[in-house]
């Protein structure tokens, strides 16, 4: 396993950015696929974004296709969440989640870590 912490969270306005980052610990980061999953009050934990071992292939969520650019950095053992064009129902807590798996998953329970989640607040 590895040990992750997210970052850059925060509030925003509506239209605005964020990027997120997620540190990793561990030798084997760079064979894990990345994902971000976010949780708002009252809701269930829905996928984000994913990218692969080797960044050649991502997946979106169908709401944030267009807006979200996920992105990794191996030899930083950083994955990156960029959010443009914020909604407020982008508004949520955000989790970093690594997957020792090879194929690239969008259901919560094939990931193996998970982050503590960093809040972001999009204002209307």
């Known amino acids: 396993q590895v040990q992750l912490v997210e970052s850059g969270g925060g509030l925003v306005q509506a239209g605005g950015s964020l990027r997120l980052s997620c540190a990793a610990s561990?030798?084997?980061?760079?064979?894990?696929?990345m994902g971000w999953f976010r949780q708002a009050p009252g809701k269930e934990r829905e996928f984000v974004a994913a990218?692969?071992?080797?960044?050649?292939?991502?997946y979106y969520a169908d709401s944030v296709k267009g807006r979200f650019s996920i992105s990794r950095d191996n030899a930083k053992k950083t994955v990156y969440l960029q959010m443009n064009s914020l909604k407020p129902e982008d508004t949520a807590v955000y989790y970093c989640?690594?997957?020792?798996?090879?194929?690239?998953?969008?259901?919560?329970?094939?990931?193996?870590?998970w982050g503590q989640g960093t809040q972001v607040t999009v204002s209307s």
């Open positions: 561990g030798r084997t980061f760079s064979s894990y696929v």
């Open positions: 989640a690594a997957d020792s798996a090879y194929m690239i998953a969008t259901t919560a329970n094939k990931y193996d870590s």
């Open positions: 990218i692969s071992w080797s960044g050649s292939r991502t």
